[in-house]
């Protein structure tokens, strides 16, 4: 489903994001990446969907090439990976609706869409994504008045509704109470469980990583130097 080969990431400045990490995910993975903070958690996860270019080797989704691809491939590529972000990146005045119509590709600013008007599979998907998640009676609230574990709980349904089969969550409970960090864990499992969506989450916490992985992968340095099964990650990997 995502596969590394031989990838480095160098920043300007020389700075070493990923030192030739060869990964191998499989379809409905739940993968946990721990490491502590400047490991390259960050680096990894944002090299899956090109949001920053990686300086060598080659990177695979679904067997083709993301790494060389370009215009409208790259685009459906993309479409197919839903990303969830620590800081959630909602549109904060806009509603709910509109920010999981987001997922949906082309549909932001043309006259139709201005008045609201969406199409009705657009519609469907939206909504079927919200009642995934339980927000479904918040559609027409505004972004900024949710709170941090709903707003987290719309990104998850943005990513649904643009039919990701990946979803990519780069420090997604990192500002949030215990509490909700379990609800949206517990989210991303579910959905991980209910829709076979192949899942790779940068955690901080090497106990909430047991918990939830199917598979963790440990990283320093920009390295990989762990991977195995929630069982046998110790306190250290
Ligand atoms: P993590 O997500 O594990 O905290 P990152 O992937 O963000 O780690 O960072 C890995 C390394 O790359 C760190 O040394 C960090 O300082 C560096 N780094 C990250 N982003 C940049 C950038 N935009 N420019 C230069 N160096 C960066
Ligand atoms: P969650 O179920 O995500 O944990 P909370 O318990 O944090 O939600 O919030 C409870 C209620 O308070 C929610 O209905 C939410 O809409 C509201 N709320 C939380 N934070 C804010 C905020 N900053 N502005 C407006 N409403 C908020």
């Known amino acids: 489903m ?13 700075t070493v994001g990923l030192n030739n990490i060869d990964l191998k995910i499989e379809p409905g993975e739940f993968v946990v990446i721990v490491g502590l903070s400047g490991a390259g958690k960050s680096t990894l996860l944002r090299s899956i969907n090109r ?37 959630f ?5 806009s509603t709910v609706l509109r920010n999981v119509l987001a997922g949906r590709v082309g549909y932001r600013s043309t006259f139709r869409t201005l008045l609201g008007l969406f199409p009705k599979h657009d519609m469907d ?7 995934r998640v339980n927000m479904l009676e918040k559609a027409y609230q505004r972004a900024d008045q949710l709170s941090g574990g ?14 990701a089969t990946i979803i990519l ?13 379990r609800q949206v864990m517990d989210d991303l499992q579910r959905i991980n469980r209910e829709m076979g969506i192949t899942t790779v989450v940068n955690l901080h916490y090497i106990d909430l ?8 992968i440990g990283v320093r340095a920009g390295e990989i130097v762990f991977d195995g099964t929630a069982a046998e990650a110790t306190d250290d990997v």
């Open 51 to 87: 949001l920053h270019e990686i300086t060598s080797g080659e990177i695979f989704i679904s067997g083709k090439s993301i790494t060389s691809a370009e215009g409208r491939q790259l685009r459906v590529m993309r479409r197919g990976i839903g990303m969830i972000f620590q800081s």
């Open 150 to 163: 709903q707003q987290q709980r719309v990104s998850i349904a943005r990513a649904l509704a643009q039919e």
């Open 209 to 216: 990583a047991r918990e939830y992985a199917t598979r963790i």
């Open 169 to 181: 969550a780069d420090e997604p409970v990192a500002s949030l109470d215990p509490l909700t960090t």
């Open 89 to 93: 990146n909602l549109v904060k005045r």
């Open 2 to 14: 995502i596969e590394f080969r031989k990838v480095s990431k160098v920043y300007p400045g020389g």
């Open 125 to 131: 998907l939206a909504f079927g994504a919200l009642k």
